[in-house]
């Protein structure tokens, strides 16, 4: 295996030699994108641009960490809020909680290695939304535990704290009428 390994590398390397950084990634991303594309498909090495590929890829991990932070951001400042403010309880609120753990479960199907991460970026989302709602609300930060108070199954849990399994109906009525 090891030589293998070191087979690879070395043709990477002899690869990235022989082929430099492609000028269409600069000019034309969407054009260098297709052109990778059909390299691909016809298996064609010699077309790869190894350097900026590597580097796309790379982002595209970036990315998709960044999309689930995000997104636990926008979940957990809404939690939060319908935790700590129920006499402000809205629509808008409840449709949010509702489709930021919709989105968020979906993601984690989709993708589920990120299901990974998310003990890395749990706390750092919490931090910030404990942030944002202390700005939003007038709460002070105090006010909201330093440590994430939710687990990862609670959060996306559509029974939890906001019960978004209700019909919307029914939850327009509830909000409408008063809590």
């Not at 691909?40 to 590929?53: C, G, K, M, P, Q």
């Not at 589920?112 to 910030?128: A, E, F, G, M, T």
Request: hydrophobic fraction near 40%; aromatic fraction near 8%; proline fraction near 4%.
């Amino acid at each position: 295996m090891i030589n293998r390994v070191e087979k690879l590398s070395s043709l990477k390397v002899i690869i990235t030699n022989f082929m430099p950084k492609s000028p269409l990634y600069e000019t034309d991303f969407m054009d260098w994108l297709t052109q990778q594309k059909l390299a691909l498909a016809s298996r064609d090495i010699t077309a790869f641009d190894w350097e900026n590929l590597a580097e796309e890829l790379d982002s595209m991990g970036i990315s998709e960490k960044n999309e689930l932070k995000n997104r636990l951001i926008i979940l957990l400042t809404h939690l939060l809020k319908w935790q700590y403010q129920s006499s402000k309880r809205s629509i808008g609120w409840f449709t949010t909680i509702a489709n930021q753990r919709d989105d968020l479960q979906d993601i984690l199907n989709e993708k589920p290695s990120l299901k990974q991460y998310v003990p890395d970026i749990l706390p750092k989302s919490y931090r910030n939304a404990r942030r944002e709602v202390s700005a939003e609300t007038g709460l002070v930060l105090s006010t909201f535990s330093e440590i994430c108070p939710y687990d990862i199954q609670e959060i996306l849990n559509p029974e939890f704290l906001c019960n978004t399994t209700d019909d919307f109906e029914r939850a327009i009525k509830v909000i409408k009428n008063g809590l």
